[in-house]
Structure formats: C-alpha cells, structure tokens
C-alpha cells in the first residue's frame, strides 16, 4: 500500500493504462466514424449495438447497462431521437417506463458501422499474438473481477 509520502508513477499501473487506452481507442473509433460521413458519436454507438442485440430495452436497463446516470441517458436518448435512430415509447404495462427501439435508420446505421468497427478491433490488436491477446483478456477480466469484488 501506497502512502502519502511516496510519489506514484501512474505509467506503472495498469489501471492508469487502461484509461489511456479506452480515451485513445475512443477517439480512434470517434475519427473512423467521421471519416466514413457518420453522423455518430461511441456512446451513441454503444446504445444502438445494445439496441441491436434485444431492442425494445427499458431505458433505465440501457442507463445501467451503459454506466450512464439516467439525466445523461435521457439526453443521449433524445439526442439518438433527433437524428432518428432510435424512438421512445411508453411501456404498455407500466406508463413510467420508457423503452427505446431502433428505428430503420438506426438499424441501417448499424449495418454502416460494423464493418468499420470489425476492421478497427483487429487492426488495433495486430500488434499481439493470439496468445497474448489470450492472456491479457485474462488479466483484464481478474482486474475487473476483483474491481467487482472491491465494490460489494
């Protein structure tokens, strides 16, 4: 454990690579889309891809589900709303639930994307063997097992 008289190094901490690799890896994914005229931002992304695997999700889960706070959900919902790729409706059974659907430009936005993304990932990745990409999805999922575990 770490105290407050020694200085940190925060180049030899994983964590403090994992940032850095998610905010460049963003921003990689950010230009890729610009590049291709898509008019898309990651986390608007990032809902369409889980809209596309089971659409129709309450938009409290998709807040959850996204690590969004529900005020930033809704923004980024109605954002979504007014580039028509995804449409709000009120659950028929409960009328304070919001669930949000693909709407065909959506689905057709995924459709432009995932060739982008499925070049990107491994183009990304080249740089490793397979059984270094192995072992780091490994380590990776230990450190988010024992963040879980910290958390409880």
């Known amino acids: 454990m770490n105290t407050l008289m020694e200085p ?6 994983a964590l403090s690579w994992i940032g850095k690799i998610y905010y460049d890896f963003g921003f990689l994914v950010q230009k890729a889309f610009s590049e291709n005229g898509l008019d898309l931002s990651k986390e ?15 938009q409290n889960d998709l807040a ?12 980024l919902v109605t954002s979504m709303e007014n580039k028509d790729l995804v449409i709000r409706k009120a659950d028929p059974k409960d009328q304070r639930t919001n669930r949000i659907y693909l709407t065909e430009n959506g689905k057709e ?5 995932q060739p982008i ?12 063997t397979e059984e270094e990409v192995k072992d780091l999805i490994t380590t990776l999922q230990k450190i988010k097992s024992r963040i ?3 958390a409880q």
């Open 109 to 113: 936005i995924i459709q432009k994307v």
């Open 148 to 150: 879980t575990e910290i």
């Open 117 to 128: 993304m499925y070049d990107l990932i491994p183009a990304v990745q080249d740089s490793l």
């Open 8 to 13: 940190i190094d925060l180049n030899d901490h």
């Open 44 to 58: 608007e992304w990032s809902v369409l891809k889980r809209l596309d695997v089971t659409d129709g999700q309450p």
């Open 64 to 75: 959850f589900i996204t690590h969004r706070d529900k005020t930033s959900m809704t923004r």
